[in-house]
């Protein structure tokens, strides 16, 4: 129930070649100018949706055929959505649907898809464990493009404990969203879009190619991990089951294998439903949601506006077997129905309102008889087969209902139903009739680009003097220019020569630079040795003033009957009989003085039997000495 393709342009190049002119396109008076919900993405023409790849006429793509094309090989489960989450590949493969509900298809086609909230709405399957190359092919139609990352669209993975194959289609979240293939890597491939897109993956051992719309993106080889190993299939949700996707998915492929390039293209193109490979699939060509039953009271000219309203127009019968595949589509057929016949413009010749060829009738006995001026036409008793017959009536009796229809009948079988070489999907989409050969799309004609200015006027000798003065003019003011360029380049010239001189002086103001710090060293090291010298001659004069102090206080120092006094130990007695004994007042105690010492004097206390020193010590001297010798040095600097 559902076309097989959306178009953005139509191609006709190979048409084209085939036939040197081609008549226009005659589009009926009558066609509605609202597109019908099973085409509003079909005939939409200035939509960004991707171009229908036109099969050759007589060479229709089967789903078997001898040009590599088997989109029933290794088919392990198809969802098509119409009006449930069946596996129709054979396998009972059956999805569980938990919330997501049935919604309308990318042709509007009621029931013929499935929306996901991307809150709690998923499907999955159980399925048996299988590895080794594989497909994922399907349809979306993202809500919002600003989904975060890890919705998966489609995913698949191992059920073993434990285990991490696994891989799936996800938007990818950020400022500039896609859809990516994750296995072991994240991998973009086609940008999110609130527009229908056809999204496959092929794994082949190591190879994986990416196609969006049809056609292949690019191809890579998959880093790490076992991506083709999986025992359960989830749609509209991760792995993890904390992502959910928000948007619409339909038409879901899984193969067993990795369909190659062209049965992608297939798919794209209608798939398993569309057998003739014109773009429209087989139930949308039969009639299968094109046929409706409009109950109500409307007379005729009220019942064509109401049509029109809805995207559709009132049914118009041009075959036995369209007449036969309304009574399939919508069951028994009422009586008194209006249908898209009249012959208000001239008695007796009946048109469709859609302009399409009246080459068929169904006729009761003794109808038409334009009793009362009956130009109108609607379903009347039964025929011999169980369908109804026609009949003409006046526009403004109400009657129970109409019977609607959107686009054309065409043959399922056929890629060309009238034989025009164009293909019926293309006559569709250009709101053609696919079934009239006198009525196909124009053929394209590009405009051949900006035409050139306006030639001069009669006075085209006075324009070519006022073009030569304007000629001389700006001559002169590329003279100028040149001129001025050339002034530029002198100066460039000499601020170059300029550049030079002063970074020679720098260089010599570097060396001088260089020399000064060599010599200033070699002052720091001269002020350095000076300080040294300032320090050792401050020590010597401190000491000698030292001796002569102690000169001093030795000529001062009382000598009574061999008694000595000293400052620091007081009364000392020796003479030549005990020296070097001297005894002191002081400790009351005999000293040994080793002779020899000075600064300090050592003596071995009788009384203590230690030794002592009765002078200070060198290192206390000299720290003593040293500060004394630096804040002299201080002071003068």
């Known amino acids: 129930m559902k076309f097989a393709n959306t178009f953005s342009s139509i191609s006709i190049a190979a048409i084209l070649a085939a036939s040197a002119t081609l008549s226009p396109a005659q589009t009926p008076a009558g066609t509605p100018s609202v597109p019908p919900p099973s085409l509003l993405d079909v005939i939409k023409i200035n939509a960004p949706m991707p171009v229908l790849k036109i099969q050759p006429i007589g060479d229709p793509v089967t789903a078997s055929t001898g040009n590599g094309i088997d989109i029933q090989d290794g088919l392990f489960a198809h969802y098509p959505y119409t009006g449930d989450a069946k596996d129709h590949s054979g396998n ?13 298809d990318r042709f509007g086609m ?54 991490k194959d696994t891989c799936q289609i996800h938007t990818s979240g950020g400022r500039y969203p896609t859809y990516q293939f994750f296995s072991s890597n994240p991998e973009s491939f086609a940008q999110v879009t609130t527009e229908w897109q056809h999204l496959a993956v092929t794994v082949s051992g190591k190879v994986i190619r990416f196609y969006e719309n049809g056609d292949r993106v690019y191809s890579q080889e998959l880093e790490g991990g076992e991506a083709n190993k999986f025992s359960h299939l989830i749609i509209g949700q991760n792995r993890n089951r904390d992502a959910k996707y928000q948007g619409a998915i339909d038409d879901v492929y899984v193969y067993n294998r990795a369909i190659n390039d062209a049965e992608v293209e297939r798919l794209f193109n209608g798939g ?34 109401d049509a029109e309203k809805r995207g559709g127009h009132l049914a118009t019968i041009t075959s036995q077997a369209e007449w036969e595949a309304v009574r399939e589509v919508v069951g028994e057929l009422p009586s008194t129905y209006w249908l898209g016949g009249t012959d208000e413009k001239t008695e007796g010749t009946w048109e469709w309102i859609t302009g399409e060829l009246w080459k068929f009738t169904k006729w009761s006995s003794n109808e038409p008889n334009n009793l009362g001026n009956e130009d109108y036409l609607q379903t009347w008793g039964k025929s011999i087969d ?16 109409y019977i609607l229809e959107y686009g054309y009948y065409t043959d399922p079988t056929l890629a060309d139903s009238d034989g025009d070489r164009v293909n019926d999907g293309v006559e569709v989409a250009a ?58 380049l002198d100066t460039i010239v000499n601020l170059k020569a300029t550049n030079t001189t002063l970074t020679a002086t720098v260089e010599e103001q570097k060396k001088t630079i260089t020399t ?54 007081g009364w000392l007695f020796t003479d030549a009989d005990h020296y070097p004994l001297v005894y002191s007042q002081a400790t009351e105690s005999w000293h040994y003085y080793e002779l020899g010492t000075a600064a300090p004097r050592f003596f071995y206390s009788y009384k203590t039997q230690e030794w002592e020193a009765w002078d200070p010590m060198p290192e206390q001297t000299e720290t003593a000495m040293a500060s004394s010798q630096s804040e002299t040095t201080n002071q003068n600097l």
Do not use: C
Request: hydrophobic share 30%.
């Open 431 to 488: 709101k053609t009739d696919p079934n009239n050969p006198l009525s196909r799309p124009a053929p394209d004609r590009d405009a051949p680009g900006a035409p050139p200015s306006a030639p001069p006027g009669p006075d085209y000798v006075k324009k070519i003097e006022e073009l030569t003065k304007d000629n001389a003019a700006k001559a002169v003011r590329i003279e100028e220019l040149e001129a001025t360029e050339k002034a530029l």
């Open 110 to 163: 009621p029931n013929s898809a499935y929306a996901f909230d991307g809150q709690d709405d998923f499907m999955f399957a159980d399925i048996d464990e299988r590895k080794g190359d594989f497909s994922l092919s399907l349809w979306a139609k993202a809500n919002d493009v600003e989904q975060s990352r890890y919705r998966s669209v489609i995913n698949v993975f191992d059920k073993t404990g434990g285990s």
């Open 386 to 401: 169980g369908n109804r017959l026609w009949n003409d009536n006046q526009f403004n009796e109400n009657r129970n209902g």
């Open 272 to 305: 398993l439903e569309d057998t003739d490979g014109d773009g429209l699939t087989d139930d949308y060509e039969k009639g299968y949601g094109r046929y409706q039953l409009i109950k109500g009271s409307y007379d005729w000219k009220k019942a064509k506006e």
């Open 516 to 569: 000064l710090k060599t010599e200033n060293a070699g002052l720091k090291q001269q002020l350095s040795n000076s300080r040294e010298e300032v320090v050792n001659v401050s020590y010597e004069l401190t000491e000698a003033k030292e001796q002569l102090q102690a000169a001093i206080d030795v000529a001062r120092t009382p000598f009574v009957n061999g008694w000595v006094y000293d400052p620091e130990q």
């Open 92 to 104: 009972d493969n059956h999805l569980e649907v938990t919330g997501a509900t049935a919604t309308e």
